[in-house]
């Protein structure tokens, strides 16, 4: 987050940020700055007209939202790994327990509990669910929910809707830390990860 303020020095503007559960304060240690805090703070003088966290945010959820949004100076959208990362598929979904159906349901949060219990609990749930991830896959029932032939087109809607919403367009594109992930989750996610800067750059 550290590598957008730089580019907010502005004495006084106007700001709309729309992202995933990445700028909220989903996986921060506690008392940790997500990156809104982390932007008023530098500069206490921006008018945040709105902040906009929605959980597993897709490009074809943000077109409505950004529609939405009144027109800022600059508008900040983070996108997270859900663009392209797998997911559980709806064919499975009659066969989970509710809990097991959110988006963020296989992710490894980078906070560790200081509690040895809680760390060896949340070792063994990691490896179980890592081992389900595994013989989903192969079946094609652990995959993204986008195809990589929509992405330019929603690319091309999001681009033309954010720059009737704001002057300047601050596009981030989260690139997660792979070493926390599956080998094939990782293959995955690159492919999507690579199209969308070639597509943005």
């Not at 559960?21 to 996986?27: C, P, V």
């Not at 094609?140 to 002057?167: F, M, Q, T, V, W």
């Amino acid at each position: 987050m550290q590598h957008l303020l730089p580019l907010l020095n502005l004495s006084t503007f106007s700001l709309n940020i729309l992202g995933g559960s990445i700028i909220s304060n989903y996986g921060l240690r506690p008392n940790a700055k997500n990156m809104t805090d982390l932007i008023l703070v530098r500069n206490p003088s921006i008018n945040l007209d709105k902040e906009i966290s929605v959980g597993g945010l897709g490009f074809s959820q943000a077109i409505p939202i950004l529609d939405e949004l009144r027109h800022t100076e600059i508008l900040i959208m983070y996108f997270g790994t859900s663009i392209g990362w797998p997911r559980i598929s709806r064919k499975m979904e009659n066969y989970l327990k509710p809990e097991m159906l959110t988006s963020t349901t296989f992710h490894i949060p980078l906070y560790k509990s200081v509690i040895l219990s809680h760390r060896i609990k949340a070792k063994i749930r990691h490896l179980e669910r890592n081992l389900f991830k595994l013989i989903l896959y192969p079946f094609g029932l652990y995959k993204p929910r986008h195809s990589l032939e929509d992405l330019p087109n929603l690319i091309k809607a999001i681009e033309h809707i954010a720059d009737r919403k704001s002057c300047l367009i601050i596009w981030v594109q989260h690139n997660a830390l792979g070493y926390r992930r599956l080998w094939l989750e990782r293959k995955s996610y690159k492919r999507y990860y690579k199209e969308i800067l070639s597509r943005t750059w």
